[in-house]
Structure formats: structure tokens, C-alpha cells
């Protein structure tokens, strides 16, 4: 009997120790989260560059963070859950990012992060070059961050092109459809198909 109770006692003992040991390491992953959090950059919003930058195409994929294109008018803040710690806020129809990027010949699909409250709040356009893509998230919005799948860019250069992507509100071509504001953009991704 009393062996028994000891055995008890060292299971119990083993459960408890097992559970510290889980409780541990969750909280050691929160931790580790939370110092992944931290070590997004800190401080105040980068502040745009002063002409739009220059980027080349090369790999598989380009990523172009909406806070460091050329911005006006972007409300860029500090967000957590926004790759590179920070996202752009479209608040008017003055808002406009831009970035220049050489593409090597062949095809690709252009697409954007985004975060937008509603469905009221959630299309805008990019124009490469003069052509200007309508752009939104899922409809509803899924309520986070997520890429716009489904108003793929679809891009064919016969040549080596180096195009203007900007990024605003409307188009004008297009009065009676108009975009929107207050929709979070993270960044404007570019692949090659
Ligand atoms: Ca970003």
C-alpha cells in the first residue's frame, strides 16, 4: 500500500513537473513572440524617401514594403502584424506610394497586402505604368491582413521594362468607380509566374 502511494505521489509529482515544463514552454513562445514583436523596428514611423526607390527583379519574388515606397499622404504607423513592423493607412485621395522596378522579360502576378475594415474601405488602385488595376481583399474583408488573390495584377513584358507602380485611391479614367480609404496596406508583392 505504501508503495503504492509512493508511486502515486511520484506520478503526481511527474504530472506536475510536466505541466510546469508545458506551462514553460508556453509561456517561453509567448515570450519568444513577443520578442519577435520587439525586434520589429521601434520608434517613430520611417519617413518617406525622398523619390521613389529603384528596384530590379531577381529570384522568384519581390517585395516592396508600402512604408518604403515614395509616400504621400500614407498614414505610415507601426504595426506588429505588418511585415517589416509597418503598415500604410490610405486615408485620402491625395494618398499615393510609388516605387520604380526594372522586370526582367516574362510574366508575372502583382499582388497586395491589405488589412481593410470593411467592404466600404477596401479597393484602391495600383497603376504600373498607366494601367491601373483595381484592387481589393477578400468580400467581405477577412478582419487581418491578407493578400488580394482575388484582383490579381497579371504582367507580360516581352523586354526588359522598367515601370512606375503607384499606388492610390481612384482612377480617373474611371469616375464611376471609385475607390476607397481607411484600408491598411502592408506591401505590394511581386511573383514571377
Ligand atoms: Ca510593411
Known sequence: MKLVNKVVTVVTAIAAIAMLASCGSTSGASDSSSAGASAAPAGPAPESPSEPPKYTFEGSELKIELENMYNEEFLIFADAKASGG????????????????????????????????????????????????????????????????????????????????????????????????????????????
Open 86 to 193: 509597418y503598415a500604410g493607412k490610405l486615408v485620402s485621395e491625395e494618398s499615393i506610394a510609388t516605387a520604380i522596378v526594372t522586370f526582367p522579360a516574362g510574366d508575372y502576378v502583382g499582388l497586395v497586402m491589405e488589412d481593410a475594415p470593411d467592404g466600404n474601405h477596401d479597393a484602391f488602385n495600383v497603376f504600373i505604368n498607366d494601367t491601373a488595376y483595381r484592387t481589393f481583399p477578400s468580400d467581405p474583408p477577412i478582419g487581418t491582413y491578407e493578400l488580394t488573390t482575388r484582383t490579381p495584377m497579371n504582367l507580360h513584358f516581352d523586354a526588359e521594362t522598367t515601370v512606375t507602380v503607384k499606388i492610390q485611391q481612384n482612377d480617373p479614367n474611371r469616375p464611376n468607380k471609385p475607390g476607397e480609404t481607411g484600408m491598411k496596406l502592408d506591401y505590394i508583392v511581386f511573383k514571377k509566374k
